[in-house]
């Protein structure tokens, strides 16, 4: 889709797998009324228990069921994947998490006594019979497994059964290159869209009744290989809330808005100190128009891959690519 949104060029894959190393895996599950299921970003090492990454959080409104932001924010460091689900399947999904990391510490001859997974949710009800939690171990190892930097975006994954402005929403991803003192660093973004009022959305006039209230939930995960502290992660996250603003969001009562980041630039270990080179202050305008500009993007992409459905009680969930390209529709902004 050609949005040309913001002014910073994207990567070559424009997703946050511009960022060298990510990865980003699916489940689908598409069982009778069960359409749901898990995606997971994968960082760039084998094993994120030991080489664990600078990351932070932000929570714009809790109304979510998030599993492990706690230890984030109090250390400042990612140790597991992150996963995406629906609302029910959190602690399955959770569970598995820890079993894929008892293995890989395993596997590496680690003892793993404690570990910190970090699993997002958006609540698929809609279109999914969600009490019945089918994700479990099976569908995160099969989401780990098929991690790839060329992933489908779309109603696949953690985003099969979300519905966004009214709209079939889904996983949807984005990147910008920044060039700081001659060198190019990346930004990415990846959303699982399940949220917003259809009358606020600000690319296209939408009928007010397809989602008469905001509500539902958005998950962004940043990734960057900028050097940037945990606090300084924390202030681009933030700014993730420009991309939704820009769309219409008003950040509603009943939607939980949460973005989760990480910088895969490295830290150096001296003994019992480490020390970790970070971007000044007063050069932070960059990589705030870029987090802005790519999840603007990011929830675009997430609506415009994903096809038409239907809920499930026979309500029809049009797509946005549908939505725009039916008869005598002028409403583009």
Known sequence: ????????????????????????????????????GVTVVMPPCRNPYTDRLTAASCVFNGYGKTMGLVQVDELGTLE???????????????????????????EDGISLTSVNPVVCECNDSRM?????????EREVFEAIASASEDFEQGAVGAGRGTICYGLKGGIGSSSRLMRIDGQTYTMGVLVQSNYGASSDFRRVCLPADLAES??????????????????????????????MARLGSY???????????????????HGSFQTQTMLKEERMNLPFRAVGECAEEAILQSMWNAAPDTALDG????????FLQSEGNDGAR
């Open 1 to 36: 889709m050609e949005m040309a949104i913001g002014q910073l060029p994207h990567g070559t894959l424009n997703r946050i797998t511009d960022v060298p190393g990510v990865r980003v895996g699916h489940c689908t599950v598409d069982e009778g009324n069960c359409h749901t």
């Open 80 to 106: 597991t994947p992150i996963a995406l689900t629906g609302t029910l399947n959190v602690g399955r999904v959770h569970d598995a998490m820890v079993s894929w990391m008892v293995k890989r510490c395993g």
């Open 128 to 136: 999914s019979e969600i009490v019945r939690r089918p994700v479990g």
């Open 214 to 243: 905001d509500q539902g939930s958005i998950i962004l995960i940043v990734a960057t290989d900028l050097p940037l502290s945990a606090r300084q992660l924390k202030r681009v996250l933030r700014r993730t809330s420009v991309g």
């Open 251 to 269: 950040i509603g009562h009943g939607s939980g808005e949460i973005a989760v980041g990480f910088t895969t630039a490295p830290r150096e270990d």
């Open 315 to 322: 309500s029809p969930v049009l797509s946005l690519r549908q």
